[in-house]
């Protein structure tokens, strides 16, 4: 766990990254230098946990878009997890909401990242 609280978990080709519960300045640093080198280290799928986040500020929202763009670049994806009150507020509000793939829960989270790596590239 790094100094933030960020927690890195590899599962597979999937990094299962949790979120401390302010995503600010700092800590939304933290959490994209992790998923920079995950991916960098060859996993091109992502979960983020926002579980435990209870607030979300603009570079937390950048943080996510630029995971998302990192990913999809090397053919993968991210699906965020857990969103509470005023992080979905947050996303809601700025119209992310679409744009980013977000499930309920981290099983949910998983099962989409499996039946995504299981389609055809074409029907992704």
Do not use: F, H, K
């Amino acid at each position: 766990m790094g100094p933030m609280g960020v927690r890195v978990v590899l599962n597979g080709e999937i990094a299962e990254i949790a979120c401390p519960p302010e995503c600010d300045t700092e800590a939304a640093a933290e959490v994209e230098d992790a998923m920079t080198r995950v991916v960098r280290d060859g996993r091109r799928l992502l979960l983020v946990d926002l579980s435990q986040v209870r607030y979300l500020d603009s570079s937390g929202v950048r943080m996510l878009l630029r995971a998302r763009g990192e990913a999809e670049a090397l053919g993968g994806q991210v699906v965020v997890v857990g969103l509470q009150r005023q992080p979905r507020r947050v996303l809601e509000l700025l119209g992310l909401r679409q744009v980013l793939r977000c499930e309920p829960s981290r099983e949910a989270g998983l099962a989409y990242l499996s039946r995504w790596r299981q389609a055809p590239a074409e029907a992704r």
